[in-house]
Structure formats: structure tokens, C-alpha cells
């Protein structure tokens, strides 16, 4: 191969991440042949060996490294090398790195965490850092390192050439795709991600996320194009199963409606998993049977609170009252019972208190709760969101530690909160089954009805997942 890209998605069960396969088929449709290597942080030092020995050979100039979740295995665990492993997930990642330069290909990072390799220790050691979205920055990458033509770099540090988006925005989004091919080693049926739409219409005040504020159809990829690729999956692998990439699904009823046109005409039952916003799904409840007929089977809702001052606050105004009773409506309608339900909440914002806190998830927690999980998280200030860029309007002061405080709260005890409900989230069946999780653990063999009759295990799951990736080196190697 002439490219090679090591990447993985670290949580529960086995799922592929969209930002790899989309880099993958832009630097193929450019002509360069490329193996995508999943597992990356499993791999045993050995394995990995034989792996880039198989690969990285005279003609693979280039070696990347997707760190969006190449997280580590095992965090605080004492073992020397082991603060090495923050970026790429590995102890040994010094010594692959320069195996692989050894042979002669450069390093490039990308991903939501590549910038962590714009500093020591790492710098020094990679050779190139995409900021950002990546798909048109990475052909110009390649096309420097195969051809050296001149390429825009945004700085250099410690003799890495860093790479931002700006220097190659991306223009053609709506009309790309995702084109998984043989040396892929898709699975049999597997479920697989599929991007939708790549930015946000809302501008929610906790938000850093630098796509926001953007017009419907200007981010959101042609229906037909989007169900071309659902066909493609189909025909290839058997494939019924995705995981949308979209931040709300449901953030237009034209989109919803255009969608379910398409969607309805594929010749196999599709499902899939997606955000969407409950606030919006309450205010139109024609979409309702729509998005149960489209294929919607497990979707994460944004709530982030059930206290109206705060929903007010950071731009989710509608009343709890309202939005409660809506989503208990939506859950009687056919179907929606076998859709499974789950939202974040957000401990620490504007005017909520401890109180308040408890109010709410001793609602998620009542049995007859709409949602069927949720997931709780600290709220955390990035300097980009419109609280970091005004904290003083919102309440907010930083402390000499470096954490929030605010009249209602500090970050020190919203963090305590949140260990304290995701603790108590043990007792709900689907709590594992939610959302990403979805098309993950059925990728090992799971289903929504070994959760809801309790039979799932941790040690099982782990049991599979070992299967999967063993195949996997197995087929790998027979490339």
C-alpha cells in the first residue's frame, strides 16, 4: 500500500469511525491506494510489527494516525511509558513511530486530538498535523510527500508542519461520500457509519464545536446521495445497520421528510442511530411516524437540563413541562417503545442548582421515564463557547485552581454529581445499548432484547470483541 492509517474506536463492542473511511476514500478517489488498520491501541507490540512489516513497504511514503480515539487502555496505571500513551493510546508508540520512519514513510496525524501532537514529545516525531476537517487538506498532504508539490503550512513547530483547515477549506462536503471497499474487511451485515451532515443550525452557549450557526442545506448532504450510499453498503456486505454522523437529525421537518422519501425506497428495512433534538421532535409531531418509518431505532437527545431557567440560558428554552409530556406522547405512538431513548444532561449550568439537579434525574430515573437512559457530564467551559467568550453575563469566575465557580455551583462538586447519577445509571437494561453503543454491540452480536431481558455481561462482550479482532488479523494478513 502506498498508504497506511491506523485508527479504532476504543468503547463497548466494535464500530468504525466515519472521519477515517471519508479521509480514506478521498486520497483513493485521488489515486493512491490506502489500508485502513482498525485496533490500533489492541494490537500486541509483536502483532503491530507484523502488521506494518506487511504494509509499510518501499512503496507506502505515508503512515496516519486518526486520534480522534486513540485513547489510552489503561489511564494512572504506573507503568513506565504510560504517560506516552495520552495521544496515540500506546506505550510503545515512540518505538512503532520510528519503525515506521525507519522504513522510510512520514508521519501524519489527524483527528479531534492531532493538535496534543503539535507539542513535545511528540512533535519532534511527527511530520505532519491536519487541523480540523481534514478531506482536502490530505490529498495536498499526499500529493507533497508522492510528487513534492508546494504545500500551504499554517506553522511549524519542532520541524512538524502543521496544517489548519483554513489552508484547505473543505466546499464540497455536501456532495461527498464514504465508499468502503474489500481491503476495508468489512464484516458480514456489519453496521457501519455513514455521514450526514457536518455542522449545527443551533448555537447553544455551552458550544465549542466551530461549525455552528449554519443553514440547513448548506451542511447536510443530498438525500439521494445518502441513501446511494446506504444501497452501496447493502450490496457490497449485507449491510441493513448505520450509524448516522449528524448532529440533529430532526433539525429541519423539509429534511426529515426528504430523508424518509428516500429512505423508504431502499429494498431492505434500514435502521440506524442519530442525534436529534427532543425540543424539536416535541414541536412537530408530524415527523413522529416519519422517523420510526425512515428506520430510526436509537437516537440521543440534547437536553442538557429539565430546569427552565437554565434550558432558557443556553438556548433551550422550551418548557420542561411541555417537553416531558411531549416525549411521553411520542413513546406511545407504534414502534416508538422499540426505539431506544437517551439524552445527556449537563451538571453545572446557568441557575441550576443541586436541587434542581435532583429534581431532574429523579425524573430520569422514575420508571415510567420516557427516556430510557441518560448520560450526565460536568459542565466544561472552552474558551470558544459563548460562556467562555462572556463567562461574567453567565455567572461563571475561575477559581486559583483553574475551575468554574459560579452562585449555584463549582465544577469541583458538579463532577462529584455526575460520578453520583452515571453510578445509579447501572440500573437501567439499556443504558449500554444507547446510541453509538447501538450499532456497536449488535456488530458483536447482541440485540435490544438480550438487554432488556438482562442478559448482557461485560465479560462476554469483551469475549466477543477478542473474536472479532482475531478475524480481523486473520483477514488482514491474507491481504
Same mark, same amino acid.
Given at each position: 500500500?502506498?498508504?497506511?492509517?491506523?485508527?479504532?474506536?476504543?468503547?463497548?463492542?466494535?464500530?468504525?469511525?466515519?472521519?477515517?473511511?471519508?479521509?480514506?476514500?478521498?486520497?483513493?478517489?485521488?489515486?493512491?491506494?490506502?489500508?485502513?488498520?482498525?485496533?490500533?491501541?489492541?494490537?500486541?507490540?509483536?502483532?503491530?510489527? @507484523?502488521?506494518?512489516?506487511?504494509?509499510?513497504?518501499?512503496?507506502?511514503?505515508?503512515?496516519?494516525?486518526?486520534?480522534? &480515539?486513540?485513547?489510552?487502555?489503561?489511564? *494512572?496505571?504506573?507503568?513506565?511509558?504510560?504517560? /506516552?500513551?495520552?495521544?496515540?493510546?500506546?506505550?510503545?508508540?515512540?518505538?512503532?513511530?520510528?519503525?515506521?520512519?525507519?522504513?522510510?514513510?512520514?508521519?501524519?496525524? *489527524?483527528?479531534?486530538?492531532?493538535?496534543?501532537?503539535?507539542?513535545?514529545?511528540?512533535?519532534?516525531?511527527?511530520?505532519?498535523?491536519?487541523? *480540523?476537517?481534514? @478531506?482536502?487538506?490530505?490529498?495536498?498532504?499526499?500529493?507533497?510527500? &508522492?510528487?513534492?508539490?508546494?504545500? /500551504?503550512?499554517?506553522?511549524?513547530? /519542532?520541524?512538524?508542519?502543521?496544517?489548519?483547515?483554513?489552508?484547505?477549506?473543505?466546499?464540497?462536503?455536501?456532495?461527498?461520500?464514504?465508499?468502503?471497499? @474489500?481491503?476495508?474487511?468489512?464484516?458480514?451485515?456489519?453496521?457501519?457509519?455513514?455521514?450526514?451532515?457536518?455542522?449545527?443550525?443551533?448555537?447553544?452557549? &455551552?458550544?465549542?464545536?466551530? #461549525?455552528?450557526?449554519?443553514?440547513?442545506?448548506?451542511?447536510?448532504?443530498?438525500?439521494?446521495?445518502?441513501?446511494?450510499?446506504?444501497?452501496?453498503?447493502?450490496? +457490497?456486505?449485507?449491510?441493513?445497520?448505520?450509524?448516522?454522523?449528524?448532529?440533529?437529525?430532526?433539525?429541519?421537518?423539509?429534511?426529515?421528510?426528504?430523508?424518509?422519501?428516500?429512505?423508504? +425506497?431502499?429494498?431492505?428495512?434500514?435502521?440506524?442511530?442519530?442525534?436529534?433534538?427532543?425540543?424539536?421532535?416535541?414541536?412537530?409531531?408530524?415527523?413522529?411516524?416519519?422517523?420510526?418509518?425512515?428506520?430510526?431505532?436509537?437516537?440521543?437527545?440534547?437536553?442538557?437540563?429539565?430546569?427552565?431557567?437554565?434550558?432558557?440560558?443556553?438556548?433551550?428554552?422550551?418548557?420542561? +413541562?411541555?417537553?416531558?409530556?411531549?416525549?411521553?406522547?411520542?413513546?406511545? #405512538?407504534?414502534?416508538?417503545?422499540?426505539?431506544?431513548?437517551?439524552? *445527556?444532561?449537563?451538571?453545572? #449550568?446557568?441557575?441550576?442548582?443541586?436541587?434542581?439537579?435532583?429534581?431532574?434525574?429523579?425524573?430520569?430515573?422514575?420508571?415510567?421515564?420516557?427516556?430510557?437512559?441518560?448520560?450526565?457530564?460536568?459542565?466544561?467551559?472552552?474558551?470558544?463557547?459563548?460562556?467562555?467568550?462572556?463567562?461574567?453575563?453567565?455567572?461563571?469566575?475561575?477559581?486559583?485552581?483553574?475551575?468554574?465557580?459560579?452562585?449555584?455551583?463549582?465544577?469541583?462538586?458538579?463532577?462529584?454529581?455526575?460520578?453520583?447519577?452515571?453510578?445509579?445509571?447501572?440500573?437501567?437494561?439499556?443504558?449500554?445499548?444507547? &446510541?453509538?453503543?447501538?450499532? !456497536?454491540?449488535?456488530?458483536?452480536?447482541?440485540?435490544?432484547?438480550?438487554?432488556?431481558?438482562? !442478559?448482557?455481561?461485560?465479560?462476554?462482550?469483551?469475549?466477543?470483541?477478542?473474536?472479532?479482532? @482475531?478475524?480481523?488479523?486473520?483477514?488482514?494478513?491474507?491481504?
Amino acid at each position: 500500500m502506498q498508504i497506511v492509517i491506523f485508527t479504532e474506536v476504543c468503547h463497548g463492542g466494535f464500530g468504525r469511525y466515519a472521519g477515517t473511511y471519508r479521509i480514506a476514500t478521498e486520497l483513493r478517489e485521488a489515486g493512491y491506494t490506502v489500508q485502513v488498520v482498525e485496533f490500533f491501541t489492541y494490537w500486541e507490540t509483536e502483532d503491530l510489527i @507484523d502488521i506494518i512489516d506487511k504494509f509499510v513497504t518501499d512503496d507506502c511514503k505515508m503512515v496516519g494516525f486518526s486520534c480522534t &480515539f486513540l485513547l489510552p487502555r489503561e489511564f *494512572g496505571n504506573g507503568k513506565e511509558g504510560a504517560k /506516552n500513551s495520552v495521544l496515540f493510546g500506546r506505550e510503545d508508540i515512540f518505538e512503532i513511530i520510528e519503525y515506521i520512519k525507519i522504513k522510510g514513510a512520514k508521519i501524519v496525524v *489527524g483527528g479531534a486530538n492531532s493538535y496534543l501532537a503539535e507539542d513535545p514529545p511528540f512533535s519532534p516525531i511527527v511530520d505532519f498535523v491536519c487541523g *480540523g476537517q481534514s @478531506d482536502a487538506s490530505i490529498r495536498a498532504v499526499a500529493e507533497h510527500i &508522492f510528487h513534492g508539490t508546494k504545500l /500551504n503550512v499554517s506553522y511549524v513547530k /519542532n520541524g512538524c508542519q502543521i496544517i489548519q483547515e483554513k489552508e484547505y477549506p473543505v466546499v464540497d462536503f455536501t456532495t461527498s461520500s464514504i465508499k468502503y471497499v @474489500d481491503n476495508d474487511l468489512i464484516f458480514p451485515g456489519e453496521i457501519l457509519p455513514i455521514e450526514l451532515a457536518r455542522g449545527c443550525i443551533f448555537k447553544c452557549s &455551552f458550544c465549542s464545536y466551530s #461549525l455552528i450557526g449554519k443553514k440547513v442545506w448548506e451542511f447536510n448532504r443530498d438525500p439521494e446521495l445518502v441513501a446511494a450510499d446506504l444501497l452501496d453498503a447493502y450490496n +457490497k456486505y449485507g449491510t441493513t445497520g448505520f450509524m448516522f454522523c449528524d448532529d440533529t437529525y430532526n433539525d429541519s421537518v423539509d429534511k426529515v421528510e426528504r430523508l424518509h422519501e428516500q429512505f423508504i +425506497k431502499l429494498p431492505f428495512d434500514m435502521t440506524f442511530s442519530s442525534y436529534a433534538r427532543a425540543d424539536v421532535l416535541v414541536s412537530n409531531p408530524h415527523t413522529w411516524p416519519l422517523l420510526y418509518e425512515s428506520g430510526l431505532r436509537s437516537v440521543f437527545f440534547g437536553i442538557e437540563t429539565l430546569n427552565h431557567a437554565s434550558g432558557k440560558a443556553i438556548g433551550k428554552g422550551m418548557n420542561p +413541562k411541555k417537553l416531558k409530556e411531549g416525549l411521553y406522547k411520542v413513546r406511545e #405512538l407504534p414502534g416508538w417503545k422499540d426505539i431506544v431513548t437517551s439524552s *445527556g444532561f449537563i451538571i453545572g #449550568l446557568p441557575y441550576d442548582t443541586e436541587e434542581t439537579v435532583a429534581k431532574t434525574f429523579e425524573w430520569l430515573l422514575r420508571e415510567d421515564c420516557p427516556l430510557d437512559t441518560y448520560s450526565a457530564t460536568a459542565l466544561v467551559i472552552g474558551p470558544a463557547s459563548s460562556i467562555g467568550k462572556n463567562m461574567a453575563k453567565f455567572g461563571y469566575k475561575w477559581d486559583d485552581n483553574g475551575e468554574w465557580y459560579s452562585e449555584w455551583m463549582t465544577e469541583a462538586r458538579a463532577k462529584e454529581i455526575q460520578l453520583e447519577y452515571m453510578l445509579k445509571l447501572g440500573d437501567k437494561p439499556r443504558s449500554k445499548f444507547q &446510541f453509538t453503543y447501538f450499532g !456497536r454491540m449488535q456488530n458483536v452480536g447482541w440485540s435490544l432484547d438480550d438487554f432488556d431481558n438482562w !442478559r448482557y455481561t461485560n465479560d462476554e462482550s469483551n469475549r466477543r470483541k477478542v473474536i472479532l479482532q @482475531d478475524n480481523y488479523y486473520k483477514k488482514l494478513m491474507e491481504l
